[in-house]
């Protein structure tokens, strides 16, 4: 009779139809392990692009990253940022513009590593050979067919730390960004987890460049968050977005962004006069500095035209 008992009352909890199956099982959040930021710097040169991977120590494995121009005189840009595809680090690219840079520049990269954390993944997305001009894109992305994006998902219930964004063609004339939103953002929120990338191409550039998107997610963290900001200024000869975790919580990737927000100078577009030259993570992983600079040619450029925003991934951690 009490098995008989029991097995009704298992039989009552499942509704009518329903497989159990088709739910995943509810994963306890934890804490990241052994985060910590590994830096690299390139030699200096004048080269006219330059690569560099800030690699994970062995054991542990890439969360996010970040990197930095040192240098460059407002002609040289960041084309790259997006973790290596078998976890090992976090690579950069910086290229001069199309007139070129005399002076030696450097370039640095930021790798946040931790032991693997459950249900690790990293995934791309590639653009479309051509996008439609009339597609929509959020926070005044241009218009028109200079333009390109994808758009990466995180699998149902998993946390979005970090990702990044590639041109695999005309580096060197473009202008990059990568923003994403992910669920556990804000207590009741469900919605998948993305990251879009982006990138505007100087002057036109190729007629179809491929925009790789790079996303690394991961099962439910503890007290993981998101913060975002973005620069209102009113500077016209540099902007920076800093944006923090919340207090106690440290970093595990970071996204940026570069945006027009009104009309530019004389006709002018205001991408073609960008300049993305960081995304920057301090040692204690508790905050980002963005930063972006109007193009040598363009030190006029209405300071009310553009901004630079982007967010921070947080979670507890633990050594």
């Not at 990293?122 to 894109?137: G, I, R």
């Amino acid at each position: 009779m009490a098995v008989l008992a029991l097995a009704a009352g298992c039989q009552g909890g499942q509704k009518s139809g329903e497989d159990p199956r088709s739910t995943p099982p509810v994963k306890t959040p934890l804490p990241v392990q052994g985060l910590e930021r590994i830096k690299a710097v390139s030699d200096r040169s004048s080269g006219a692009s330059q690569e560099m991977v800030a690699r994970c120590p062995a054991g542990k494995k890439v969360l996010g990253g970040g990197g930095q121009v040192i240098g460059g005189g407002r002609e040289v840009r960041m084309s790259g940022l997006r973790p290596q595809p078998d976890g090992s680090g976090y690579w950069v690219r910086a290229d001069e513009d199309g007139d070129g840079y005399a002076k030696a520049w450097s370039l640095e990269a930021y790798a946040m590593c931790a032991r693997e954390p459950a249900g690790l993944e990293y995934l791309t997305a590639k653009s479309q050979d051509s996008v439609h001009p009339n597609e929509e894109l959020p926070l005044g992305m241009l218009i028109g067919d200079r333009r390109r994006g994808a758009i990466v998902t995180c699998p149902a219930g998993k946390n979005l730390t970090g990702g990044g964004v590639e041109v695999l063609e005309a580096s060197g004339n473009a202008v990059v960004s990568f923003t994403g939103g992910t669920n556990g953002e804000t207590e009741g929120e469900d919605e998948p987890a993305e990251l879009t990338a982006r990138a505007f191409l100087k002057g036109g550039g190729t007629a179809n460049p491929q925009i790789v998107g790079h996303a690394v997610c991961v099962d439910p963290l503890e007290k993981y968050h998101r913060m975002s900001n973005r620069d209102l200024s009113f500077e016209v000869e540099k902007k920076e977005s800093k944006v923090s975790c919340v207090e106690g919580m440290r970093m595990l990737g970071l996204s940026v962004y570069v945006v027009q927000t009104g009309e530019p100078v004389a006709g002018e577009n205001i991408f073609d006069a960008l300049t993305l030259i960081g995304a920057v993570p301090n040692e204690k992983l508790e905050k980002a500095v963005l930063a972006a600079v109007p193009h040598a040619e363009f030190k006029e450029h209405n300071d009310s035209t553009w901004l630079i925003g982007g967010s921070v991934y947080c979670a507890k951690t633990v050594p």
